[in-house]
């Protein structure tokens, strides 16, 4: 069977991942909070499709209603293995709430006809905020090089498939270099480097998070622009108010701004293949 939809990939890679990460980096993640974050993703996003779609149904010409093809399950399901990869909590309302608040931002939060917050990292920082048992483990991962090349060789079959490698590369080479100034300014050795790069949250993130097509601006320029500024507001948090989380709060700082960099660098809406 041939996929046609990027999506279909991106849910088979993060549930890969997170298989691999119950699998062989002994997470202890509680089976009932999996379940309940994807059911919770997924029950959000049809309901706000039947309240803020007022024409869900369609009248026919025999005066029979059909749904539409698509209710953004993919989607959907794509933001709770999200959650799932990247926040941990201790109770289940935190878990919904991360879970609701992700979803609903699609629909309450938009420019025209797009959404300029990446889902699952809304839902991340509300649950940062709002909770105080929700948390993010950078480290998770640990440093093992076969995680790195799994998440590129993966990430770069999704990214080309969507056209979006440039964002994934320009916020990872500006950030590396930002490293790489700072490491040699403060003498310090190489290894240090290697340490904050070798972070599976990070490319993750760098993959899977930053890229997302439906949320950053539309153009290569934008793009290239968008990414930069996320890179150095993340290494600012990181290295000088040592935020752990930096990356998640710089790329939900800016993403109001997409709307104006749309409007500055006007260009074509990326679509999915399937319609949604």
Known sequence: MQLTDARDYQIIFLA??????????????NPVFIVVTIITCIFTQVF??????????HQQEDNQFSFPLSWGVRSALITSLGLNLLLRADSLPTIILASVSAIASKFLFRFGDKHFFNPANFGIITALICSQDGWVSPGQWGEDWWYGLLFIGCGGMLLQRIGRWDTSAVFMAVYAGLEAVRNLWLGWTWDVYFHKLANGSLLLFALFMVTDPRSIPNTTEGRIIWGAIVALITFYF??????TTAPFWALFILAPLTPLI????????FTWQSGS
Do not use: A, E, M, S
């Open 238 to 243: 990181r290295n000088y108010l040592y935020i």
């Open 16 to 29: 890969l991942f997170l298989v691999l990460g119950i699998g062989t980096r002994d997470w202890t993640l």
């Open 48 to 57: 706000c499709v039947l309240v803020v779609n007022r024409n869900f149904f």
């Open 262 to 269: 749309d409007k500055l660098l006007p260009g074509n809406r």
